[in-house]
């Protein structure tokens, strides 16, 4: 087990010894406000883009629901007519950056979040580490009422007009503490700066949202299998922030059975990730199965069955009202 992964289990189980990285914490700290303050007082120059932007982002590590409350926003905007465009990092792609997201990318040049993205809603997505440059070709080749930024609610060099934070309640802020004693990657003061959309399986807040889970699909349906049997025995396999959301949306399909094998964030999968000593079927999630195309593609022998659960972001109603007010203020108007 990698460093990395004992640390991630550590925040999980807001393990005891954390507290020895604590000095780390406080250098973090002290860096990141240094970097902030740099911003604030315009000894580093801050970006303006020339259409209001919405930046969707969170304030821990790992995952919290981002990309699944991106995908509906985008979803429910193009349904109004708004012309909106979508911006990232592209983590875990290798460019060249800035990157123009089709339909035809490939997760090893975008990375995975921005194609599945680009996948569920045909939205015009630049990627790359320079945000305005994204941004300056994304511009150069729509015209665009909107553009959200996924993630980069750190990334100060970017002006933004609406910030919305993911909190996932079924993880919380963990032990309160920041990057490395604890996954907080800015104090939990900033919550009270931004709109907050917390992430639970019960509302507990007016602004809330929830994910559905949809009807497991075959990734390769070429493969001889009847149709989903939840009581089969599976190799679950997932890569993303925080692997036991899937573990539970497991449980809420009845999927009992299964051995999970657990990949880091982004990762790059090669097709012996894939192949167990037994022969039973996988299944993974969306965001894992962008990468596992291309190696379906490449390796046509491979014939287990990949099943794929398919998961939604259910808003409250309160979020969309907040949304259209907040458009209205900086002069978005609905159709």
């Given at each position: 087990?990698?460093?990395?992964?004992?640390?991630?289990?550590?925040?999980?189980e807001?393990?005891?010894?954390?507290?020895?990285?604590r000095?780390l914490?406080?250098?973090?700290?002290?860096g990141?406000?240094?970097?902030?303050a740099?911003?604030?007082?315009?000894?580093?120059?801050?970006?303006?883009a020339?259409?209001p932007?919405?930046?969707?982002?969170?304030?821990?590590?790992?995952?919290?629901?981002?990309?699944?409350?991106?995908?509906q926003?985008?979803?429910?905007l193009?349904?109004h007519?708004?012309?909106?465009?979508?911006?990232?990092?592209?983590?875990g792609?290798a460019?060249?950056?800035?990157?123009l997201?089709?339909?035809g990318?490939?997760p090893?040049?975008?990375?995975?979040?921005?194609?599945?993205?680009?996948?569920?809603?045909?939205v015009?997505?630049?990627v790359?580490p320079?945000?305005?440059a994204?941004?300056?070709?994304l511009?150069?080749?729509?015209?665009?009422d909107?553009?959200?930024?996924?993630?980069?609610?750190?990334?100060?060099?970017?002006?933004?007009?609406?910030?919305?934070?993911?909190?996932?309640?079924n993880?919380?802020l963990?032990?309160?503490?920041?990057l490395?004693?604890?996954?907080?990657?800015?104090p939990?003061?900033?919550?009270?700066?931004?709109?907050?959309?917390?992430?639970?399986?019960?509302a507990?807040a007016?602004?809330?949202?929830?994910?559905?889970?949809?009807?497991?699909?075959l990734?390769?349906p070429?493969?001889?299998t009847?149709?989903?049997?939840?009581?089969?025995?599976?190799?679950?396999?997932v890569?993303i922030?925080?692997?036991?959301?899937?573990?539970?949306t497991?449980?809420?399909?009845?999927?009992q059975?299964y051995?999970?094998?657990?990949?880091?964030?982004?990762?790059?999968?090669?097709?012996g990730d894939l192949?167990?000593d037994?022969?039973?079927?996988?299944i993974?999630?969306?965001?894992?199965a962008?990468?596992?195309?291309?190696?379906?593609?490449?390796?046509?022998e491979?014939?287990?069955p990949v099943?794929v659960?398919p998961v939604?972001?259910?808003?409250s109603?309160?979020?969309?009202?907040?949304?259209?007010?907040?458009?209205?203020q900086v002069?978005?108007?609905?159709?």
């Amino acid at each position: 087990m990698s460093m990395a992964q004992r640390i991630q289990d550590a925040w999980n189980e807001q393990a005891s010894w954390l507290v020895l990285l604590r000095p780390l914490s406080w250098l973090y700290r002290l860096g990141f406000c240094a970097n902030q303050a740099l911003y604030q007082h315009g000894i580093k120059p801050v970006y303006q883009a020339p259409v209001p932007v919405m930046v969707i982002g969170n304030i821990t590590v790992g995952g919290s629901g981002k990309t699944p409350l991106l995908i509906q926003l985008v979803k429910y905007l193009q349904q109004h007519h708004l012309k909106v465009g979508v911006i990232s990092r592209g983590y875990g792609g290798a460019g060249p950056f800035p990157l123009l997201v089709t339909q035809g990318s490939e997760p090893e040049a975008a990375g995975d979040e921005p194609c599945l993205i680009v996948q569920s809603t045909r939205v015009p997505m630049a990627v790359g580490p320079n945000r305005q440059a994204a941004i300056e070709l994304l511009l150069e080749n729509e015209k665009l009422d909107l553009i959200i930024s996924d993630d980069g609610l750190q990334h100060w060099a970017l002006a933004r007009q609406i910030e919305w934070i993911v909190l996932d309640q079924n993880r919380g802020l963990g032990n309160e503490k920041l990057l490395p004693e604890g996954y907080l990657r800015e104090p939990k003061s900033r919550l009270k700066k931004s709109t907050v959309i917390a992430h639970t399986k019960t509302a507990q807040a007016q602004r809330n949202m929830h994910l559905a889970v949809g009807e497991p699909y075959l990734l390769n349906p070429d493969v001889e299998t009847k149709w989903f049997d939840a009581s089969q025995y599976f190799n679950a396999v997932v890569g993303i922030g925080f692997p036991q959301r899937f573990y539970q949306t497991l449980n809420s399909l009845n999927v009992q059975q299964y051995q999970a094998h657990e990949f880091p964030d982004h990762h790059d999968y090669e097709i012996g990730d894939l192949t167990f000593d037994n022969h039973d079927a996988i299944i993974t999630t969306e965001k894992d199965a962008v990468k596992f195309k291309a190696l379906l593609k490449q390796n046509p022998e491979f014939n287990i069955p990949v099943w794929v659960v398919p998961v939604e972001a259910v808003l409250s109603s309160d979020c969309y009202d907040l949304l259209k007010l907040q458009l209205q203020q900086v002069g978005i108007q609905f159709s």
